[in-house]
């Protein structure tokens, strides 16, 4: 598959063999190599980040607080591009970069910081006042934007080097499914889907917990594990009573609620899918995505390889988290959609790779690049999981 326009592109630049690479880090920064050609490097966005201005974030909002921050983050990556593409291509007259650019970025970054007020407010903590953070500036051309991925307080500049402890990650057992009837299966996998996500959430709380370190000894117990046992057992349930919905015998899966931890940097097995004869990989979480033990069922499901991801950084955690659970999602959905098949057929011979396996590869390719992102944004060797987008059938 082909890849975006992160990747170095070769540029002509007034008939002179020189060459412009495009980076994608802290920031995208534009530079022609070689002679004088007159080409203008890009500049990048200024925006004042946000991580180091929040007050202390509480547990239960720390997920929602760190999905936000990396959508800020996000934000700034893709208005960097649109400026590296303005250098090497202008267009628009003198107000361009403040009316299509800085103008609809400030836009975004509003609604976002809303939605960190909001997380504070429905936690039942002060709402903190962050609209002063919406408006961002230019650097100097080759000078990064400054991230909040990376950005710890006192420390509102680099990224990088960061000391923070690696993170934990919770070691939830894989639930053991019986055949799960066709009428069945989409429900069951949309809990599978809640289950991986739950554990996402709960990965990027340790993640937080690992950066900024609050509550006593037993705060992980009480404000992480113990949740999400609860939140695990009402999945389960649900499970359960899909099954007992369509005349199956109810599976009893009340020994799956309970999940302990891995050791910093480990990961834990993902929750795989409903289908038939062999149950996919799981992605499980950062550092070691293991197989999960989805179990047979009368449709077939989707054959996807777990990423092989390095050892991830603390501070790239829970972006890394929240991919890997988007590709578990992505899973669940095909595989929703190859039960909803069976069921009722469709389509000619071509239908289930050109609706089906196709937008799953398309999808995953997206997820995986920004998990590449998530290392790269950290200082973190950038790894490569194109291998990973396409996936098969069981």
Same mark, same amino acid.
């Given at each position: ?168 990650? %919770?070691? @939830? *057992? #894989?639930?053991?499914?019986?055949? !799960?009837? /066709?009428? =069945? $299966?989409?429900? +069951?996998? &949309? ?110 499901? %989707?054959? @996807? *390889? #777990?990423?092989?991801?390095?050892? !991830?950084? /603390?501070? =790239? $955690?829970?972006? +890394?988290? &929240? ?72």
């Amino acid at each position: 598959m082909a890849r975006p326009m992160r990747k170095n592109a070769v540029l002509k630049l007034g008939g002179v063999g020189a060459l412009a690479v495009l980076l994608l880090g802290g920031g995208l920064q534009l530079a022609s190599a070689g002679e004088n050609t007159g080409s203008t490097a890009a500049q990048t966005v200024n925006c004042p980040t946000v991580r180091d201005k929040l007050p202390a974030v509480p547990a239960s909002a720390a997920a929602g607080v760190e999905r936000e921050l990396a959508n800020l983050d996000e934000e700034i990556a893709r208005q960097n591009e649109r400026l590296a593409k303005q250098a090497a291509n202008p267009q628009g007259g003198a107000n361009f970069i403040n009316n299509a650019i800085l103008g609809p970025l400030k836009s975004k970054r509003v609604a976002v910081l809303d939605r960190i007020e909001i997380n504070f407010n429905r936690a039942g903590a002060q709402r903190p006042n962050l609209d002063a953070l919406a408006t961002c500036g230019l650097n100097a051309p080759g000078v990064a934007s400054a991230l909040n991925s990376s950005v710890k307080a006192g420390n509102a500049a680099t990224g990088g080097n960061n000391t923070t402890a690696a993170a934990q990650t %919770v070691n @939830c *057992p #894989t639930p053991q499914i019986p055949a !799960v009837p /066709a009428q =069945a $299966a989409a429900n +069951v996998q &949309a809990e599978l889907a809640n289950l991986d996500k739950q554990i996402s959430e709960a990965n990027a709380r340790l993640a937080q917990q690992a950066a900024n370190p609050q509550g006593g000894a037993n705060f992980i117990n009480n404000a992480i594990l113990g949740p999400l046992k609860d939140k695990r057992q009402a999945a389960l349930d649900r499970i359960e009573i899909a099954f007992n919905r369509v005349g199956a015998q109810r599976p009893n899966l009340d020994n799956f609620a309970a999940c302990g931890l891995n050791g910093a940097g480990a990961g834990n097995a993902g929750n795989g899918n409903a289908g038939a004869g062999n149950g996919n990989a799981g992605n499980g979480n950062a550092g070691n995505g293991n197989a999960g033990n989805g179990n047979a069922g009368a449709a077939r499901t %989707v054959n @996807c *390889p #777990t990423p092989q991801i390095p050892a !991830v950084p /603390a501070q =790239a $955690a829970a972006n +890394v988290q &929240a991919e890997l659970a988007n590709l578990d999602k992505q899973i669940s959905e095909a595989n929703a959609r190859l039960a909803q098949q069976a069921a009722n057929p469709q389509g000619g011979a071509n239908f289930i790779n050109n609706a089906i396996l196709g937008p799953l590869k398309d999808k995953r390719q997206a997820a995986l690049d920004r998990i590449e992102i998530a290392f790269n944004r950290v200082g973190a060797q950038r790894p490569n999981l194109d291998n990973f987008a396409a996936c098969g059938l069981n």
